[in-house]
C-alpha cells in the first residue's frame, strides 16, 4: 500500500525511503488525539500476544486479559479448542470473569446470574419468560479471533464472523512460526516460569522503537556489548509485519561466561510484542507494550522455558533482564519521553542503512510506516 499522507515536522517530511526520511514528529508520541486513532486503527484490529497455550492446559482451563481498554477472556472448551471472548455480560455490561482459572463449565454473571455455555451461547436469563420478544439466541457473547503460533496465543478483537483476510494469523505473519521453532523447537512444550509487570511513563510506541533496533546497544547497554559481536550476524528474515534476528555472541563477561557463537534471537512483531531468547539456556521472553494512554505503557514480560525443567540459568538470565538490560532500558525511554515533549525536538533522521541491520534504525522506520499505513486506511 502505498501511503498518502506521510507526516511532516520541523525538519521535513517522512519517506518510504528510510535513508532519505525524517523521523516520526513528536507529537505522536503524545498527543491524546492521535492516541485515540490508534487505539482504534490498531489495537481494535490487529493480533496481540495474551499468553501461552499451557495456561489453558486441559478443558475449561481459562484466563482474562485485555486489549487496551477492551476486556476478554479465552477458555478451552470440551472440543479441545481455545475461544476467545469480550469479557462483558451481554445484559448489562458486566464483567463476567476475573484472573483465571479451571472447571469453569458455565459462565455466569455475578451480576444478574445470565449464564453462557462455553460455546458462547445464552442458556440462562431469569425472570425473562414472560418477556415479550426476548430471544436468548440472539444474546450470546461476542466471540474474537485466537491464534496459535508455536505455542504462543494471540487474539484479535475482530468479530470471528467477519470474512477478513487479516484474520488468517499465517498470512499476516508467514514464517513466523518457522523462526520460532527452527531456532527453539515446538514452544508448546515451554510454560510461563515468571511474569513481570512494569508501568513505564513513556508512549508505547517509545518502548517498540527502542527494541527495534540495537543502534543504541554499544553506549546504552555497555554489559550487552559485551555479549554480542556487532561485526557478526546469523539468520534473519524481514516481512511487514515483523522481523526476526539472529545475533552472535562473544564470551561474554565474569557472572556471564559463554562459549563464543552462540545465538542471540530477537522479534519484534507487529504491533506491540517483542521477544528475545538469551544464550545459556532454552528461553523465550515475551515483552508486550500495552498503552496505557497517550504518555505511559503497561508492559508485560513472560518468561517462557521448556516445562518440568530446572534451569538455574535462567534464573541468572530472568536477573540480568531485570536488573540491567530492562531496568538501562525503562530509563532511556522514560527520558526520551520527556525529550519529545520538550520544546526543544520534533524531529530527526532515521539512521538507517540499506542492509536493514539490526543495529542500524531500519527497524524503527518501517514499524512507523505501518503506524502510518494503519492510521490511514482508518481514514
Given at each position: 500500500m502505498k501511503i498518502v499522507n506521510l507526516p511532516i515536522g520541523d525538519r521535513g517530511a517522512m519517506s518510504d525511503n528510510a535513508l532519505a526520511s525524517c523521523t516520526l514528529p513528536s507529537k505522536y508520541y503524545f498527543d491524546a488525539g492521535i492516541f485515540q486513532r490508534e487505539r482504534?486503527?490498531?489495537?481494535?484490529?490487529?493480533?496481540?500476544?495474551?499468553?501461552?497455550?499451557?495456561?489453558?492446559?486441559?478443558?475449561?482451563?481459562y484466563f482474562v486479559d485485555s486489549i487496551v481498554d477492551q476486556p476478554i477472556f479465552l477458555i478451552r472448551v470440551d472440543d479441545n479448542t481455545i475461544k476467545g471472548y469480550m469479557n462483558v455480560c451481554q445484559h448489562r455490561g458486566h464483567q463476567l470473569l476475573t484472573g483465571s482459572g479451571s472447571g469453569k463449565k458455565k459462565i455466569v454473571c455475578p451480576y444478574h446470574a445470565w449464564t453462557y455455555d462455553l460455546d458462547g451461547?445464552?442458556?440462562?436469563?431469569?425472570c425473562?419468560?414472560?418477556?415479550?420478544?426476548?430471544?436468548?439466541?440472539?444474546?450470546?457473547?461476542?466471540?474474537i479471533a485466537v491464534a496459535e503460533c508455536s505455542g504462543l496465543l494471540f487474539a484479535n478483537l475482530t468479530p470471528v464472523s467477519t470474512k477478513d483476510e487479516a484474520l488468517v494469523f499465517e498470512d499476516v505473519y508467514p514464517g513466523l512460526k518457522n523462526t520460532l521453532t527452527g531456532h527453539?523447537?515446538?514452544?508448546?512444550?515451554?510454560?510461563?516460569?515468571?511474569?513481570?509487570?512494569?508501568?513505564?511513563?513513556?508512549?508505547?510506541?517509545?518502548?517498540?522503537?527502542?527494541?527495534?533496533?540495537?543502534?543504541?546497544?554499544?553506549?546504552?547497554?555497555?554489559?550487552?556489548?559485551?555479549?554480542?559481536?556487532?561485526?557478526?550476524?546469523?539468520?534473519?528474515?524481514?516481512?511487514?509485519?515483523?522481523?526476526?534476528?539472529?545475533?552472535?555472541?562473544?564470551s561474554g563477561y565474569a557472572g556471564l561466561e559463554l562459549e563464543p557463537g552462540q545465538a542471540y534471537l530477537s522479534w519484534t512483531v507487529w504491533p506491540?510484542?517483542?521477544?528475545?531468547?538469551?544464550?545459556?539456556?532454552?528461553?523465550?521472553?515475551?515483552?508486550?507494550?500495552?498503552?496505557?494512554?497517550?504518555?505511559g505503557c503497561a508492559e508485560r514480560v513472560d518468561i517462557?522455558?521448556?516445562?518440568?525443567?530446572?534451569?538455574?540459568?535462567?534464573?541468572?538470565?530472568?536477573?540480568?533482564?531485570a536488573d540491567n538490560f530492562n531496568k538501562e532500558d525503562i530509563a532511556i525511554v522514560e527520558s526520551v519521553q520527556r525529550g519529545l515533549q520538550s520544546l526543544g525536538y520534533d524531529q530527526s533522521r532515521y539512521?538507517?542503512?540499506?542492509?536493514?541491520?539490526?543495529?542500524?534504525?531500519?527497524?524503527?522506520?518501517r514499524f512507523h510506516m505501518r503506524i502510518m499505513e494503519a492510521l490511514e486506511t482508518q481514514q
Open positions: 482504534q486503527a490498531i489495537f481494535h484490529r490487529n493480533w496481540c500476544y495474551v499468553g501461552h497455550i499451557g495456561q489453558l492446559a486441559k478443558p475449561e482451563d451461547s445464552l442458556i440462562r436469563a431469569p425473562t419468560d414472560e418477556l415479550p420478544n426476548f430471544k436468548p439466541d440472539s444474546f450470546g457473547l461476542k466471540e527453539l523447537g515446538n514452544l508448546e512444550g515451554f510454560e510461563r516460569k515468571h511474569r513481570i509487570d512494569y508501568q513505564i511513563a513513556a508512549n508505547w510506541k517509545v518502548v517498540v522503537d527502542n527494541f527495534s533496533e540495537g543502534y543504541h546497544i554499544p553506549m546504552a547497554h555497555r554489559l550487552l556489548s559485551q555479549v554480542l559481536d556487532s561485526a557478526a550476524s546469523g539468520d534473519s528474515r524481514i516481512e511487514k509485519h515483523y522481523a526476526f534476528f539472529e545475533s552472535i555472541c562473544k506491540n510484542t517483542c521477544m528475545l531468547s538469551q544464550p545459556g539456556c532454552k528461553n523465550l521472553f515475551v515483552i508486550r507494550m500495552a498503552p496505557d494512554g497517550p504518555t517462557l522455558a521448556p516445562a518440568g525443567e530446572s534451569a538455574p540459568e535462567l534464573d541468572a538470565l530472568k536477573a540480568l533482564f539512521v538507517a542503512d540499506g542492509k536493514e541491520d539490526w543495529y542500524s534504525e531500519s527497524g524503527l522506520h
